[in-house]
């Protein structure tokens, strides 16, 4: 018998978290559900962050323009655009969009 683990996430299920003045994340799949990865949606306006990140991470934007640098090389990721970004990679990421974020593991774990 195959154990299988399901559960649908209503949008006003989700966690909703203030990241900045001008981010906001709804975090649907958290390390709380799976350890594995993590699924939000963020909404950013003239945002802009530096970071190292710990996780493996894919954007997918949905609205808007997210303009991220890495590797001294920058990238325009526009809607229906999605970008990879590997583990411990260092970036830059700024503009005014809504997209998906995907983690793996889960984010804070």
Do not use: C, H, W
Request: hydrophobic letters at 40%; glycine letters at 4%.
């Amino acid at each position: 018998m195959i154990n299988t683990m399901y559960k649908l996430v209503k949008a006003a299920d989700a966690t909703v978290r203030q990241i900045a003045d001008n981010k906001i994340a709804s975090n649907f799949i958290t390390k709380e559900m799976n350890a594995n990865l993590s699924f939000a949606t963020t909404e950013a306006t003239d945002y802009y962050e530096k970071e190292t990140t710990s996780y493996t991470r894919i954007y997918y934007v949905l609205d808007g323009l997210m303009v991220i640098t890495i590797a001294n090389e920058t990238f325009d990721v526009e809607s229906g655009d999605v970008f990879y970004i590997e583990k411990d990679s260092s970036y830059e990421m700024q503009g005014t969009f809504k997209a998906v974020t995907v983690n793996q593991p889960a984010f804070g774990s």
